[in-house]
């Protein structure tokens, strides 16, 4: 007899659906079905390739959702969807006031990693100093390939002092020697600016450091 899967509340979980049915599901008044919809949904479209009718309806529903069970089963089913297409919807929430959408959204971008970049460049020269912010926190272990031409950039034309802080707290992770020319011309420009000249003089220590390792390693 096959085992029936119980919910948190100890209730049996239903059986697999289809996803016309899941995708009303969602809209339910009853957050555990939305949840659990939520849930089935994201391993439904990652077994069928991500169908964009799924990730859409995920998406539309989080405008509305405030249950935060539900958010964040929406956001973990978007994650294990991945892909473009969901980096794209989940891009714009980082502007949103609401800082539980706009955090799960930054933490699943986060995730989709490279599957992020094509929805993350324009937020890089975004108006708003805060969306800046939070794209440049997005790069947080990327590739150094990916990473350090976009950190470059920041480094090189970036005003706002926070955006700057944060792009050379990310260069820690993300990125390489490659960088060093980029921070030390940065270091010029807010000479005086007390945290951001101490965090870059930490930057291009570790990277320094990090670099000889290598150099040193056979």
Same mark, same amino acid.
């Given at each position: ?35 659990? %919809? %939520? ?22 529903? /989080? ?42 959204? /930054? ?25 800046? /912010? ?20 920041? /480094? ?10 944060? %792009? ?16 030390? %011309? ?33």
């Amino acid at each position: 007899m096959p085992l029936v899967r119980a919910d948190a509340a100890g209730a049996p979980a239903p059986p697999p659906a289809d996803s016309e049915f899941l995708v009303t599901a969602l809209t339910s008044q009853d957050a555990g079905a939305r949840r659990r %919809a %939520a849930h089935e949904l994201g391993g439904l479209a990652a077994q069928a390739g991500a169908e964009a009718k799924i990730i859409e309806a995920l998406a539309t529903q /989080l405008q509305t959702e405030n249950n935060t069970a539900v958010r964040e089963a929406i956001f973990a089913a978007l994650g294990q969807i991945g892909g473009a297409h969901a980096a794209a919807l989940l891009a714009p929430l980082l502007r949103l006031e609401d800082a539980g959408l706009r955090n799960g959204a /930054l933490e699943t971008l986060k995730r989709l990693a490279d599957a992020a970049v094509s929805a993350v460049d324009p937020l890089l020269a975004d108006q708003d100093a805060d969306v800046r /912010l939070l794209a440049v926190e997005v790069m947080r272990g990327w590739k150094p390939d990916r990473a350090v031409p976009r950190l470059a950039a920041i /480094l090189a034309s970036e005003q706002q002092v926070n955006v700057v802080g944060a %792009a050379v707290d990310v260069a820690l992770q993300a990125g390489d020697a490659s960088l060093l020319p980029a921070l030390v %011309a940065c270091a010029a420009r807010f000479a005086g600016a007390g945290y951001v000249e101490f965090a870059i003089a930490m930057a291009v220590k570790a990277l320094t450091d990090r670099s000889a390792v290598h150099v040193d390693e056979p």
